[in-house]
């Protein structure tokens, strides 16, 4: 009985520490970012090494794009005019980002979100860690990057 009760405070605790996402956070969003892992939905991670792919978002409001850009060795980023518009939604069960592009529609639940990190769950609960990134200059030719 007494383990029974530890049991259910301890799960309780874990269920109560989800990150609240609010409006305000969304803003984080903006800029380069690097897949860190991927969790599969039976626990197994997949971790990234060094990325020469990041996701570029730029959002203001509610509404934004995601681009895949690509790193340069002088630190700038190759991209194409290749996007996906992003709709940022807020329910009683998540927040959630809507993708959409002429070819397909789908959403991801924002599960937390810092400065420097954040998480995405899709619909085949497949968790994406992220991590801030920027540009890096290989070619140490002593230009500044942007």
Not at 37 to 52: H, L, Q, S
Not at 89 to 104: I, M, S, V
Not at 130 to 140: A, F, H
Request: with cysteine.
């Amino acid at each position: 009985m007494k383990n029974t009760f530890m049991i259910l405070v301890v799960s309780l605790l874990f269920v109560s520490c989800k990150q609240e996402i609010k409006p305000a956070d969304i803003s984080k969003l903006n800029g380069y970012w690097e897949i860190e892992k991927v969790v599969f939905d039976k626990g197994e991670e997949k971790a990234y090494g060094m990325n020469e792919n990041f996701d570029y978002f730029q959002i203001k409001g509610t509404k934004g794009t995601r681009t895949k850009v690509m790193a340069q060795l002088d630190g700038t980023f190759l991209t194409t005019d290749t996007f996906e518009n992003v709709s940022v939604r807020f329910t009683d069960k998540g927040t959630f980002l809507d993708y959409k592009t002429d070819y397909a529609k789908w959403s991801e639940e924002l599960i937390s979100i810092s400065d420097e990190v954040f998480v995405v769950k899709n619909d085949q609960n497949k968790e994406y860690h992220y991590k801030k990134s920027g540009p890096v200059n290989l070619l140490n030719d002593g230009k500044k990057t942007k």
